[in-house]
């Protein structure tokens, strides 16, 4: 089963604009990682944040955070034609339980 | 260092047969977990092996199946296709460093179409 939601199902943006995406999940997690996905092809990692991180970056990409809200948001500035995918959160549990749990995905879709 | 591969890429089969897929991980990554996807269920863990033993079983019947072998390369069976087995399946290798988590990489997958 997915471990939660990601909102929105579907972004469509101008190039050039920012893209923010949302995911919540339902149990305490270790980790969680950020993927992308191109036309049903293998995942690519983006980033992973720890569960005692706050927010994190990696080039034009911002991940937050809150393990209160069980909530972390992926934001993409500056979007670019390439950007256009579909955009997975995971979690996992730690060490010896390492499945990922994913969530539903979004699918950003970039127009030129 | 190579990414994940996975043989083949794409599959067809017949009700009732089985398959076999492959997956060999990052030089050096001891850790394969398998994935399917499908568009109704999405990205569904189906186990994880971790020097050669399976340590994470996910919730599949029992006609799927896998194994690691001492180079850590991994193969998934499935018995007795049934036409909702048709899905990208997705092999993942890390290096879980004691305590801790490590990004896990993913392979392109395979495609099976099960008629």
């Known amino acids: 089963s997915q471990q939660g939601e990601e909102d929105p199902q579907a972004l469509s943006i101008q190039e050039g604009e920012n893209a923010t995406m949302n995911c919540s999940y339902k149990t305490s997690i270790n980790n969680l990682q950020w993927y992308r996905q191109n036309s049903g092809r293998g995942l690519v990692h983006l980033i992973l944040i720890r569960s005692n991180e706050r927010e994190k970056h990696s080039g034009r990409l911002r991940v937050t955070l809150d393990t209160s809200k069980k909530s972390s948001s992926l934001l993409i500035t500056a979007s670019r034609a390439a950007d256009t995918a579909s955009y997975f959160c995971a979690t996992d549990a730690g060490f010896g339980n390492e499945k990922l749990t994913f969530g539903t995905g979004t699918r950003l879709t970039i127009i030129p | 260092k190579a990414g994940v591969t996975q043989t083949p890429r794409y599959l067809i089969k017949t009700r009732g047969q089985q398959v076999t897929l492959s997956c060999s991980p990052i030089s050096g990554h001891r850790s394969v977990s398998w994935y399917q996807q499908t568009p109704g269920q999405g990205l569904q863990f189906l186990f994880e092996y971790f020097s050669e033993t399976q340590r994470n079983k996910g919730n599949f019947p029992g006609r799927f199946s896998g194994r690691q072998f001492s180079n850590s390369r991994s193969e998934m069976n499935v018995s007795t296709l049934e036409l909702g087995d048709s899905a990208l399946y997705l092999c993942?290798?890390?290096?879980?460093?004691?305590?801790?988590?490590?990004?896990?990489?993913f392979g392109p997958g395979t495609r099976l179409l099960v008629l």
């Open positions: 993942a290798s890390s290096s879980p460093a004691a305590g801790d988590q490590e990004t896990q990489y």
